[in-house]
């Protein structure tokens, strides 16, 4: 898919590839939903950004860490003083921060982490609606975005099509799993 180039059509993409990250979740058996990934730590199957995920409630939990950051930016634009979208002590690795995420929602169960995703999803969806066509994609139109535009910024936080490709990823190698052990 392009890249959006007005509101509308990035509300669309943004709302369809959740729809259709739901929709892969409903495919997937409860063994599956809690099962975990067997290739996550080989970023060349998942990617860097995903190699800490190691199950389905990981990788939601990973959504809605990026979406409330997302949520920090833009408040912090709004009020006055924007500030990056990276915390300070992450913005040279922020796979560190990723790992930080896991181990932060060790004990957040699968159903709270589909609910708080869910929530993320429907602020990303109420934040991007509250931007203009010209605030969304002018390049550098907030100095923070530097030479992007805040549209780029809500599509890397809703990446749900790749999100999809892990899960699809994760149930065939699943039913691999199955097939050779028959």
């Excluded at 790992?99 to 993320?120: F, N, P, S």
């Excluded at 969806?125 to 605030?135: H, I, P």
């Excluded at 530097?146 to 599509?155: E, I, K, P, R, V």
Aim: proline share 3%; net charge neutral.
């Amino acid at each position: 898919m392009e890249n959006p180039t007005n509101k509308q059509v990035l509300l669309a993409a943004m709302s369809d590839g959740y729809a259709k990250l739901n929709e892969q979740i409903g495919k997937m058996s409860e063994a599956e939903a809690v099962a975990p990934f067997t290739f996550a730590a080989d970023p060349k199957k998942c990617g860097v950004r995903w190699q800490n995920d190691r199950c389905l409630r990981d990788l939601l939990a990973h959504l809605y860490e990026w979406q409330v950051l997302m949520c920090i930016f833009v408040q912090n634009i709004r009020e006055g003083h924007p500030k990056d979208y990276l915390p300070d002590e992450y913005r040279k690795c922020y796979h560190e921060m990723d790992k930080m995420i896991v181990e932060k929602h060790q004990q957040t169960t699968l159903e709270d982490a589909k609910r708080l995703q869910g929530e993320t999803h429907n602020e990303m969806l109420r934040l991007a609606d509250s931007f203009t066509d010209e605030e969304l994609f002018n390049k550098g139109y907030y100095k923070v975005t530097y030479t992007t535009n805040m549209a780029a910024y809500f599509l890397s936080v809703t990446p749900y099509g790749q999100a999809v490709k892990i899960l699809k990823m994760h149930q065939k190698s699943l039913k691999k799993k199955i097939t050779a052990h028959l």
